[in-house]
């Protein structure tokens, strides 16, 4: 990680209109990545955040090609003010720190209206994204296949149910490397794929001017527009009531309509990707909270994981995964 003296200089460098200005970095903590941020106090008014990302994960190269691609499509992203590839710094529009999440006690009118400009700068994504990449440079991420849900899937396992309830692996081996899951990757690599954010949820979701803007995007590719509705909408971070989810769901489907997008087997392929998504969140909880040592996010698996259960008992045929997931409940909690 670069250092706070090393990171001034380097603004400084970047802006000459900033030599001779006091400068004090705030660190920013949030997510789980490899990236560390900071705010960047220009005098008394003014701000800009600074970004620094490690090698550990590639798709960090691609934050600003996405975010100048995302701008493009017009949807609302921090701009970009300046990119050092060499040292790996990004200097961003400074949005404040008021996300989706620092909005779940508002009353449902409001967050309602929020949650729907949300979808709204999505579906231009998932609607319009793939259509753009003629001629665009933009480098992307492997696409949702059935290798990439057979990794999620795999993921559950190896970090939530064995690396942090510790259930034995006789209870589940079979169950992980079945059947079941396999046709469940099978049909969902099987459908026609759009461009969809990856990591759709309430903390990367910023809340600026009355507008939502999308941050974390580096994670960009081909898949299915149901995941990020998963994402959003069984959130662990800010739990939406059923009737909730429900009605966002139905708005978003009506837009889908609206645009002349086919839409069978919308509410099968919907909590299909909604199991997928909780797998991957459960393992990825399990992973920072265990391996990465930061264990805030072991708070996140109860919720987590009574909306898996959910999910799954909506599904035709995953008993076996209700019960496993029932042995695991009691513990959670």
Request: charged content about 25%; proline content about 5%; hydrophobic content about 40%.
């Amino acid at each position: 990680m670069i250092s706070t003296d090393a990171l001034l200089d380097a603004t400084r460098g970047r802006f000459p209109d900033l030599a001779d200005e006091k400068l004090q970095l705030v660190p920013i903590e949030k997510g789980g990545s490899d990236r560390w941020f900071y705010r960047i106090r220009i005098g008394t008014d003014r701000m800009r955040i600074v970004m620094h990302y490690g090698r550990e994960r590639a798709e960090n190269h691609l934050y600003v090609h996405a975010a100048q691609f995302l701008a493009g499509l017009g949807i609302r992203v921090p701009q970009i003010l300046a990119h050092d590839d060499f040292e790996r710094l990004v200097w961003m529009q400074d949005l404040g720190d008021r996300d989706l999440w620092s909005h779940r006690e508002d009353p449902w009118p409001d967050r309602r209206s929020l949650y729907v400009e949300a979808l709204r700068q999505v579906f231009v994504l998932h609607s319009r994204g793939h259509l753009e990449l003629n001629g665009d440079r933009l480098a992307l991420n492997p696409p949702f296949d059935e290798e990439l849900y057979r990794w999620e899937q795999h993921y559950f396992f190896q970090h939530c149910v064995d690396g942090h309830f510790g259930l034995p692996v006789g209870e589940w081996e079979a169950l992980r490397d079945g059947a079941l899951l396999r046709l469940i990757r099978e049909r969902l690599a099987s459908l026609p794929r759009t461009l969809v954010h990856r990591d759709f949820q309430s903390q990367n979701l910023i809340v600026a001017g009355g507008h939502v803007h999308l941050i974390d995007f580096q994670g960009i590719r081909f898949g299915l527009p149901h995941y990020d509705l998963a994402s959003l909408l069984y959130d662990p971070y800010t739990r939406l009531a059923p009737d909730e989810q429900v009605w966002l769901l139905a708005t978003y489907q009506e837009g889908w309509r609206a645009a002349g997008l086919p839409d069978n087997d919308f509410l099968e392929v919907f909590h299909l990707c909604a199991l997928q998504r909780l797998m991957q969140a459960l393992g990825a909880y399990g992973f920072l909270g265990h391996v990465k040592d930061r264990p805030w996010f072991l708070a996140h698996i109860p919720p987590a994981l009574a909306s898996l259960r959910t999910v799954a008992a909506r599904i035709e045929g995953l008993g076996s995964i209700c019960d496993l997931l029932d042995k695991l409940r009691p513990h959670s909690l």
